[in-house]
């Protein structure tokens, strides 16, 4: 029913920044939220940014002010991540969910991407 798919990953040194995106496909409802979650070994799996169907977003406080979470056309989910630090590296998971109202970072999803590693260096 929906598809999601990664991709900006990489590796970039502490204090730089990247991009990640996330398309979505076969989108059967207008009522949605949407974000990022993320991995590290050895750890749980975090919500990082949310944005619901009616704009609401919803940050970790872990990268409040540093990361940025935003919607394009077409249903494009993006994730600008500045003044990486090597604790941010982990897999980054787009995730969605049909939602009515709005959704915080760590809301509980549906559908998931295969994720992207972001691995950032000192």
């Known amino acids: 029913q929906v598809q999601l798919v990664e991709s900006g990953g990489g590796s970039v040194q502490a204090g730089g920044s990247l991009r990640l995106s996330c398309a979505a496909s076969?989108?059967?409802?207008?009522?949605?939220?949407m974000g990022w979650f993320r991995q590290a070994p050895g750890k749980e799996r975090e919500g990082v940014a949310s944005i619901a169907s009616d704009g609401f977003i919803s940050y970790a406080d872990s990268v409040k002010g540093r990361f940025t979470i935003s919607k394009g056309n077409a249903k494009i989910l993006y994730l600008q991540m500045n003044t990486v630090k090597p604790e941010d590296t982990a897999m980054y998971y787009c995730a969605a969910s049909v939602w009515h109202g709005y959704c915080t970072h760590n809301h509980a999803m549906n559908y998931w991407g295969k994720g992207t590693l972001v691995t950032i260096s000192s």
């Open positions: 076969l989108v059967t409802s207008n009522n949605y939220c």
